[in-house]
């Protein structure tokens, strides 16, 4: 697969998951370039940042996904993120979806963002081999996890090598299996967040937003279900703070919904925005993209999500304001740039994360640290 302005990215798209489980991160992601432990960051640490209690030395991490395991966890520390969130984990073993899993995307309008509320999604986003900047890009996994006896044991082994001022953040979210009913979809909820808490976690994400499942399935368009989810899961985890990770959502209605129905009780300390954006992929002719039954759509991320990324912090700064609860508010969507989080930052977000934009260029995290405020 051609990648063609840009370098070596620390999850090769031209192998299979397995491959990069098993012998990633790649390229000049996998070369420690930042020690935590060595001094000349203490001072700004002593008054520094927090983030959902604990000490970060600047707020800014890599979301769930690229990370597959601790050694991606303990590369991105010492690549001078703070915070590295460990790829979703489930209750069970769940597969990947078949190979190829990651595509470069086009969308057509002269800014290269692409509008959640537009037509385009609909319509088709061109999606090729064709890696270049700036980078956009499609992930299709289908969130695949690791058998809890598996995944524990590695969960431990991340967060044992954070540095001083550094956080791994775990994600994880219930699984939908055939019989299941609504009762039985939250109490996958409650008991993959126990496995977490074994773990030693002291926080976690709850994905309700993953749009590689299926279209009308995400979770975060139904608020009632989501707070009826939060409200379990904090009764399980206690005191340990909850984020609960959205997908765009254009109506504000539903966003404060959400809120209010999980951040305004105290069931969710804060929020990560946003998640992909689906849309339909298709190739120069306008046909499938991606081969295979129910991959028509897929989760659009990177650079052509930014301004959608940036427009859900905006508008739950607003709504937090508003309401005068307080919550966090993790940015994610198209950050390439220490500009970018910069922007995000002023807009209101406490933290703020890049998948795709750290995929493709290792010196992200010290291009930010040597801008952060
Ligand atoms: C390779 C890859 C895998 C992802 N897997 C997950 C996941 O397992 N759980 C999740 O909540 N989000 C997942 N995401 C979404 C990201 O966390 C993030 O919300 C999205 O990519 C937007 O950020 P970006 O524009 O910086 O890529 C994944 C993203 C990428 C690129």
Redesign the pocket.
């Known amino acids: 697969m051609a990648v063609a302005d840009t370098g070596e990215p620390l ?1 090769d798209v031209s192998r299979s998951f397995e491959d990069n489980y098993a012998h990633g991160p790649f390229g000049e992601f996998a070369r420690p370039c930042y020690d935590p432990h060595d001094g000349s960051d203490a001072g700004r640490r002593a008054d520094g940042p927090t983030f959902l209690g604990e000490p970060v030395g600047v707020p800014f991490g890599i ?4 990370l597959l395991n601790s050694r991606f966890t303990t590369a991105a520390f010492r690549r001078g993120y703070d915070i590295a969130v460990y ?2 984990v489930r209750s069970r073993a769940w597969p990947c979806n078949p190979f190829p899993n ?1 595509v470069s995307v086009h969308p057509r309008s002269d800014d290269g963002q692409l509008d959640p509320r537009g037509d385009e999604p609909d319509e088709g986003v061109l999606a090729d081999t064709r890696f270049s900047d700036p980078i956009s ?1 499609s ?1 299709s ?1 289908g ?1 695949p996890s690791r058998d809890p006896d598996v995944w524990q044991p590695d969960m431990r082994d991340a967060m044992a090598a954070a540095g001083p001022g550094q956080l791994l953040l775990p ?1 994880f979210q219930g699984s939908r299996v055939p019989g299941m009913d609504v009762h039985d979809y939250v109490a996958d909820h409650v008991r993959t967040a126990r496995l977490v808490c074994e773990t030693g976690a002291r926080m976690m994400e709850m ?1 309700t ?2 749009p590689n499942e299926g279209r009308n399935r995400l979770l975060c368009h139904d608020p009632k279900l989501v707070g009826d989810i939060a409200q379990a899961v904090k009764d399980e985890i206690g005191d340990r703070p909850l984020l609960v ?1 959205l997908g765009f959502l254009a109506d504000d209605a539903m966003l404060d919904e959400i809120v209010g129905r999980t951040a305004a009780r105290g069931l969710a300390q804060g929020f990560s925005v ?3 954006i689906s849309a339909r992929l298709v190739d120069s002719r306008g046909r499938q993209a991606l081969p295979g039954q129910g991959r028509e759509r897929s989760g659009v ?2 650079a052509a ?1 930014r301004a959608a990324g940036q427009d859900m912090v905006r508008r739950l700064a607003a709504i937090r304001r508003r309401r005068g609860v307080d919550f966090v508010i993790v940015g ?4 390439t740039t220490a500009r970018d989080y910069r922007e995000y930052r002023r807009l209101g977000a406490d933290a703020v994360m ?4 750290a ?1 493709w260029d290792p010196d992200l995290a010290m291009s930010v640290r040597a801008l952060a405020d």
């Open positions: 999850y979301p769930a996904g690229p790829k979703t990651v890009i992930n996994f969130v994600s994905n937003s993953c990770k946003i998640n992909t991320c990177g999500i994610v969507g198209g950050v890049s998948a795709t934009g995929m």
